[in-house]
């Protein structure tokens, strides 16, 4: 790959952005994560050329944590390394996220919701990406055992710094989310976004969890808004040696690739009839909720990130559309 980065003049044409909740942040409608694919085991070419092309369709927003890997903690080396040969002269066009919550090391400071653990975290992952802020910075899960106050008061310390410029949460239910929104705003933090797993096949956000953020004015960005994967055509043959599920280190457990084999099949056959690829659907499916900021997508190549980003143009769905898609789901 050329060493010499120069980004497309027209990156900013071919992705809407919309604001994020109530906040002065505009975020592109599609986000890219670096979960897996970006790790020290993965070809580094490969990531370097998701980030580069990523950024040239406009996608502004990369999204890492602390653990991301494998090994934990070496996504945002990579992430860094990439900032350093090509997105660097870039930063004030980029926003970073990172997180904090789940086992980054050993002993009791090394993982859930203690002020301890967030503040040193944090430091950490800015030396591995070579930064000096991330943009966000989120509580990557709640802690049963920690105040919510110390929580959030970690991540306010992390604005109120400048080592972060806004907070997040992850993984929180509604009711915790009112919580920590309500805690930050005392401290002069707004809660600027909400980091929830949500796709077709998943959807415990929609009794709740959109309605608060949709009144608190919290944005939201999706992750695993392809269920890993399952909402393509990946895995309607076989398993493909080089997918996740086929991965050692890979989250996607064969069990519930099976599992959803049928609603696959069906959703394909609904896609297929509306002119769409089944991800550009499904993906179009989540972005169709008004509390829904961005979906946080995941990739391997850049020819999938191309295919997500087209559903970006894409038409609304029909009554009949979303009822045959409930059914095929059920
Ligand atoms: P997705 O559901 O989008 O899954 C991404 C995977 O789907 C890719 O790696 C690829 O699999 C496959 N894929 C993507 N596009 C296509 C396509 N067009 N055709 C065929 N296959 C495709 O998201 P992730 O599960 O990766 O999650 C996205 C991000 O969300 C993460 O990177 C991370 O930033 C964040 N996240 C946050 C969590 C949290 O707790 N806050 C938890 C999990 C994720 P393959 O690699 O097999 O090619």
């Given at each position: 790959m050329s060493d010499s980065y120069r980004a497309a003049s027209d990156r900013y044409s071919k992705i809407p952005y919309e604001r994020c909740g109530r906040s002065g942040l505009k975020l592109p409608r599609l986000s890219l994560g670096l979960w897996h694919n970006f790790g020290g085991v993965d070809a580094f070419e490969n990531g370097r050329g998701m980030c580069r092309a990523a950024f040239d369709m406009g996608i502004t927003h990369f999204d890492l944590a602390n653990n991301y890997g494998p090994p934990p903690g070496s996504a945002e080396e990579t992430f860094g390394k990439i900032m350093d040969l090509d997105l660097g002269p870039h930063r004030d066009e980029l926003v970073i996220s990172t997180k904090a919550g789940y086992h980054m090391w050993d002993g009791p400071y090394g993982e859930w919701g203690s002020r301890k653990y967030l503040l040193s975290s944090l430091d950490q992952s800015l030396e591995r990406m070579g930064l000096?802020?991330?943009?966000i910075f989120y509580s990557h899960r709640p802690d049963p055992d920690t105040p919510l106050e110390e929580t959030m008061g970690a991540l306010a310390t992390a604005v109120h710094g400048g080592k972060a410029l806004y907070a997040g949460v992850s993984n929180y239910p509604a009711d915790m989310t009112r919580e920590a929104h309500a805690i930050l705003e005392e401290m002069g933090i707004p809660l600027l976004i909400h980091q929830p797993k949500y796709n077709l096949l998943e959807r415990w956000v929609e009794p709740e969890l959109l309605p608060a953020l949709t009144e608190l004015g919290i944005g939201c960005i999706p992750f695993s808004p392809l269920a890993q994967g399952q909402l393509t055509p990946r895995y309607l043959k076989s398993i493909p040696a080089d997918s996740r599920a086929a991965r050692?280190?890979?989250?996607?457990?064969l069990a519930e690739v099976e599992a959803n084999q049928s609603k696959i099949v069906a959703l394909a056959a609904i896609a297929e009839q509306r002119g769409q690829t089944l991800a550009q659907m499904a993906l179009t499916w989540v972005l169709r909720q008004p509390a829904v900021t961005t979906v946080l997508i995941g990739a391997s190549s850049v020819a999938q990130i191309e295919e997500n980003v087209a559903c970006a143009a894409s038409a609304g769905f029909s009554d009949e559309e979303l009822k045959a898609i409930d059914v095929a789901c059920a």
């Open positions: 000096e802020y991330v943009d050692e280190s890979g989250f996607l457990q």
